[in-house]
């Protein structure tokens, strides 16, 4: 579920602010919710540095790593889902993208805005949208062909365009409108529980907006040369996203006073501009963000979840090109942004799923197993991580137990009619909450009941066997190792 550089302006917005109906501007909360957005970067910085080490140190992606956790029929539940969401995700960034890319011509070619549209209005996309979506789906197609060791120019050139832009747009912001007008100058209007309980919401939505690269970090930390190389996100991540929050607020609070509108969507912030240059490169910058998102937390993770649902079959190209047709085109995003306000709802509020799914994994390999795996027997269905018939009922009970309590916030988040009172408090906090418990419940079950099957006295990271697993025949043996080196070579 990743998002766009693009939308981290609406880091700075929790959903806790409240709508004056006087002023038709948010009662901010920039006081609180800049520090509450820098503790929950710090938090999810540090569980994905906790889940990426085990992908930096076994060099195995998370579909894989999620079987000794959840049992290797159980783990497909996640797997599944996830490739799912990337893909509904991947059409959704592509046509942000797109919007960037109209944004670009517009500055070269400002007669693109009066093209007269031949699509009816049933399509919700007009001819130039659909241009300039066909143009951001061609850009980043190629990508998807490239192995994903070898683009890292892209993402190099990403971290070098990008933060020089938000420093521009921050600079601009303070030039053109002092900082005492605007959304910095309001003062939050949440005071004692109230407060609490937004500033707690905050923190959830900053933990959420890397929910799901929490869970599946291990498919890219798999490359690293060390464990070490990838400690640098417990800096980058808390500083890099707290400032671009922060840059929203203060571009935003410029917007109300130049433009009379709150304009937490960059661009169209870019579309009030007359300088077609500033509007250009800032339009590209977005592009850059835009497409290395997309590949890397949409695409690639749909790639590697495919190729391990048909290791035979699909690698990663090959799942990242599915992706790129069904996801793109099939799915029909610009009709989902149009009219499934109520799914966009459910796959934001999909954090119910990915704090429980983190919290047991990590719990499981460093605290149940106390990172002594058997990376072999992840490979095969009836190895030592068979559990129960292929479920690991302990990580299911997880999951029982601290998913429900959340629901039917989630169910509010999607049908605001449904009223499900003290519900809303709790999917406030979904993120903190299920990781907690589900980690909390999964501990302590896999203490009383421990899968013995599973415990080791060390760790086993290639094709030796310990006397005790011999679960598999010989032919399932010579199976599950063509399915080892399928998996290595996707």
Not at 51 to 80: D, E, K, M, Q
Not at 91 to 104: A, D, H, K, L, W
Not at 175 to 199: F, H, I, M, Y
Request: glycine share 6%; with cysteine; proline share 6%.
């Amino acid at each position: 579920m990743g998002r766009s550089s693009s939308f981290i302006f609406s880091l700075a917005r929790p959903s806790a602010w409240k709508l004056e109906p006087e002023s038709s501007t948010f009662a901010p909360s920039s006081a609180w919710s800049t520090p509450a957005i820098a503790v929950g970067h710090v938090l999810i910085a540090i569980v994905m540095v906790l889940n990426g080490t085990v992908g930096a140190r076994l060099h195995i992606p998370f579909p894989v790593l999620n079987r000794s956790s959840f049992g290797f029929w159980l783990s497909y539940f996640s797997v599944i889902s996830r490739v799912v969401l990337s893909m509904f995700w991947f059409g959704i960034q592509t046509y942000v993208g797109s919007e960037c890319v109209y944004q670009m011509l517009k500055a070269i070619w400002p007669s693109i805005a009066h093209l007269p549209n031949r699509l009816p209005p049933s399509a919700n996309i007009t001819t130039s949208g659909m241009i300039c979506y066909f143009i951001y789906w061609l850009i980043q197609f190629p990508f998807m062909l490239i192995s994903p060791q070898k683009i890292r120019w892209l993402f190099l050139a990403k971290a070098i365009i990008v933060p020089p832009t938000w420093l521009a747009l921050l600079i601009w912001a303070f030039v053109k409108v002092p900082p005492n007008t605007g959304l910095l100058s309001q003062k939050a209007v949440l005071s004692g529980g109230e407060l609490s309980w937004a500033w707690l919401s905050a923190l959830n939505s900053a933990l959420g907006i890397y929910a799901t690269l929490g869970v599946n970090i291990p498919d890219f930390t798999r490359y690293a040369k060390n464990e070490r190389a990838q400690y640098v996100q417990l800096i980058i991540i808390p500083i890099a996203f707290t400032l671009a929050s922060f840059v929203g607020v203060a571009v935003t609070s410029a917007g109300i006073t130049l433009y009379g509108q709150v304009l937490w969507d960059p661009l169209k912030l870019i579309d009030q501009w007359d300088n077609r240059a500033a509007a250009f490169f800032t339009s590209f910058s977005f592009v850059l963000g835009t497409l290395g998102t997309n590949i890397s937390a949409n695409s690639l993770s749909a790639g590697n979840d495919m190729t391990a649902l048909c290791p035979r079959y699909i690698n990663i190209r090959r799942g990242q090109v599915i992706c790129a047709f069904l996801g793109g085109w099939a799915l029909c995003p610009w009709e989902i942004l149009a009219s499934a306000k109520g799914f966009l709802s459910f796959m934001n509020g999909y954090t119910v799923f990915l704090g429980p799914i983190t919290g047991i994994m990590i719990t499981d390999y460093w605290l149940v197993h106390r990172t002594r795996v058997d990376v072999p027997s992840m490979y095969r269905p009836h190895g030592r991580y068979r559990y129960t018939y292929g479920v690991n009922w302990r990580a299911a009970f997880a999951i029982i137990v601290s998913v429900p309590p959340t629901l039917p916030g989630l169910i509010n988040s999607i049908n605001t009619k449904i009223q499900v009172g003290v519900g809303t408090r709790l999917f406030d906090i979904a993120y903190i909450l299920g990781f907690t418990l589900a980690s909390i419940v999964h501990f302590t079950l896999s203490e009383l009941f421990p899968a013995r099957e599973t415990m080791l006295d060390h760790a086993i990271l290639d094709q030796e066997t310990l006397p005790d697993d011999r679960s598999s025949s010989r032919s399932d043996d010579k199976k599950d190792h063509d399915q080892v080196d399928v998996m290595k070579v996707a």
